[in-house]
């Protein structure tokens, strides 16, 4: 695939991810009531670690899930956001035992308008803690666009009226360019934001696809995703993995564009920085070679990236302990967002450690 190619591919995804920030998604595809029946008869609450789960893992262990940081991305769930509104979503997510909501805008669409404060009472009413909130990097064509790089204060009084502890962007690093130096361009930018986020006693994250761990296109030798941890504050930008898409990265980015060995271990990239990864996606996909990405995106627990495994050595190996770290579940596509958002609960309370230091 060319880098035009590429760029435009990019776009395309970081635009469908950051629309939320103006107007809410599609039209809901799930009757709630049908989904909140089937809660009930699976017997689903808070703090729930007993569901029949839909993987490997489970047992009679110790919870590999810290208790209270199971939380959920919006984005998978827009469509019965979009028109139902938040409140009967926030009502389900409180019976498959969720405990924090990571935005992804802040309207309901033809559910009618809400205010900042109405969201963080609904949030709080229904015993979820909004965690973060996912705002778009830059739109420079436009000086009035909700971006951070246009208007940093009005999302951080957005942010802080939400009582929000971090706020970040799933937009890729690529507002200057592939190159090494646009990066570092990109680096100074993010440590502006994190430095205004900080003073208002947040953090400022960002969240990865595949391509930030691709390399530059003028030193095709360097990984992108190092020059970033690089030339970013540790104490002013945090990172959010989504450890799907990091995996995808494995796949496509393992080799630099000359053919030689560029080993790629996410897990590895946590441990080696445990305190810049406050949040993470839990995003599942089956293995699939013939893809792009080696992987087709599936509900949590029916694919194959190995959770029990991933959640235990970063709960359980870093400095800051088990409480740290956030894992909010997520599908950009789910076939059903309610039940997705149902089974993945299940799955990931499900899953118990070893007794081997697996």
Known sequence: MSRTSKDTELARRLSRRNVLGVAAGATAATIIGTASAQAADRGQGHGNEHGPGHGKGKGKGKPVLPPGRLGIQLYSLRDQISTLGFAPVFAELEKYGYDEIELA?????????????????????????PIGSHVGYYDDNNPGAYTFAQNLEKVLDDAQ????????????????GSTVDGWKRAADDFNTYGAAARKRGMKFYQHNHA??????????????YDVLLAETDPD????????????????????????????????????????????????????????RDGYRMSDVGDGDIDYK??????????????????????????????????????????????????
């Open 105 to 129: 805008g802040y309207t309901q669409g033809s559910a009618g308008p809400i205010t900042l404060d109405r969201l963080k009472r609904l949030a709080r009413d229904h015993g979820l803690n």
């Open 161 to 176: 009226a939400l009582g929000l502890k971090h706020i970040g962007t799933a937009s890729g690093p690529f507002r200057h």
């Open 211 to 224: 391509e930030e761990f691709s390399f530059a296109t003028d030193k095709p030798n360097v990984r992108l």
């Open 236 to 291: 002013l930008v945090y990172l959010e993995m989504d450890i799907y898409w990091a995996y995808c990265a494995q796949f496509r980015f393992s080799k630099r564009v000359d053919g030689t060995p560029a080993p790629l271990d996410p897990l590895k990239y946590v441990l080696k920085h445990p305190n810049r990864y406050p949040l993470f996606h839990v995003k599942d996909g089956v293995r699939d070679e013939t893809t």
């Open 309 to 358: 495994t991933f959640l235990s050595k970063v709960t359980r190996r870093t400095h800051h302990g088990r409480t740290y770290h956030h894992w909010q579940a997520e599908h950009d596509n789910p076939v059903d967002s309610l039940a997705f958002a149902r089974k993945s609960s299940e799955h990931l309370h499900s899953l118990r450690e070893g007794r081997c230091g697996d």
